[in-house]
């Protein structure tokens, strides 16, 4: 059963912590993003990953941290450098070239107590 | 520059009535994506358009690109209670694999 697993689908932090937000995929893609939602908005690129042990920040990458060792994982780390880290957190990937259809994990909605 | 913009922001239609948005670029897109996105859920692609003045249908959703492949609509006739959520439109980055969002329709649905 192809597809994009988030974990975990909510996720409680206290203010000074990092957390870790998993994605895994198993569609064999080569490219991976991550993004953030804020309620009503629109979706803002925070890191993106063409290609195993490369990235590239996005719009938004300050306050986070990604890796990609593996073809099928791209974790994100949100630091506590992140100020305002309470969104709805959405990773993707898609077969990697240009205009690609992305397809979507489930996202991890992450609250900051 | 490579941003989409995208109206109305937001839509309150009554079940039954006609629903349109539009994705507008001010430089030419080799092509357009389409995505829906349900309440509490993840965006989910719905078509893609790549020739000029292109129409594509899937069932009540028609998808249009322009002929100046600068601007295209998602139209829906006749909505349902299960059009709720947001369409989002997206192009591709130039040189880069990332795709570039519009910002989003919020369609609401009255029953």
């Known amino acids: 059963d192809g597809g994009i697993t988030q974990s975990p689908k909510y996720l409680f932090r206290k203010e000074g912590q990092n957390v870790t937000l998993s994605c895994e995929q198993n569609?064999?893609?080569?490219?991976m993003y991550w993004y953030r939602q804020d309620p009503g908005q629109g979706l803002r690129l925070i890191y993106y990953?063409?290609?195993?042990?490369?990235?590239q920040k996005g719009d938004i990458a300050e306050g986070y941290s990604v890796s990609r060792e593996k073809k099928e994982s791209f974790p994100l780390t949100v630091t506590s450098a992140q100020k305002n880290p309470t969104a709805f957190y959405l990773c993707?990937?898609?077969?990697?070239?240009?205009?690609?259809?992305?397809?979507f994990g489930p996202g991890t909605r992450l609250l900051v107590l | 520059g490579q941003q989409v913009m995208q109206i109305p922001q937001y839509q309150h239609v009554q079940e039954g009535e006609d629903f349109t948005t539009y994705c507008n670029s001010s430089?030419?897109?080799?092509?357009i994506q389409w995505y829906k996105q349900r309440p509490g859920g993840h965006p989910v692609f719905l078509i893609q358009?790549?020739?000029?003045?292109e129409v594509k249908k899937q069932k009540r959703l028609t998808f249009q690109f322009g002929e100046a492949k600068k601007n295209s609509s998602l139209h829906i006739t006749a909505t349902q209670t299960t059009d709720v959520g947001t369409y989002f439109c997206?192009?591709?980055?130039?040189?880069?694999?990332?795709?570039?969002f519009g910002s989003g329709t919020r369609l609401l649905v009255r029953p």
């Open positions: 569609l064999n893609h080569d490219a």
């Open positions: 990953s063409q290609i195993v042990n490369d990235f």
């Open positions: 430089t030419t897109l080799s092509n």
């Open positions: 997206a192009r591709g980055g130039d040189s880069s694999y990332k795709l570039i």
């Open positions: 993707a990937s898609s077969m990697g070239g240009l205009q690609e259809t992305q397809y």
């Open positions: 358009l790549v020739k000029s003045g």
